[in-house]
């Protein structure tokens, strides 16, 4: 409970506004940070990232077990989101292999 909060008076010392958690909103925070993990976009910071394709496997892997757990339970437009953002990240993923003479898995 110390932890809990200290990690509350933190926060309160450092206000920081940030956007309402939804569906859509998560997994495109996901999909964002595969696609930094792959080389693909520049990370927050705008420091260069070496390419670290495992956490990107890792990723996608979280995004299908999300699409298979909540399939019946999204929305058309959360649905197509999650479908597209899995077909762009693997298309993504298999070529950052190709690039970096990976293996393929």
Known sequence: MH????IVN?????????AAVDFSTHVLSLASTALISIGNMPAPDG????????????????????????????????????ASLIYDLRVAFVDAQKAHGAKPA
Do not use: C, F
């Not at 933190?10 to 940030?18: F, G, Q, R, S, Y």
């Not at 070496?50 to 979280?62: C, K, S, Y």
């Open 3 to 6: 932890a809990h909060g200290y």
């Open 10 to 18: 933190a926060m309160a010392d450092h206000p920081v506004a940030l």
């Open 47 to 82: 420091q260069p990232h070496e390419v670290d394709l495992e956490t990107a496997r890792h990723l996608i892997d979280v995004l299908a077990m999300l699409e298979t757990k909540t399939k019946g339970n999204l929305d058309e437009a959360e649905a197509k989101l999650l």
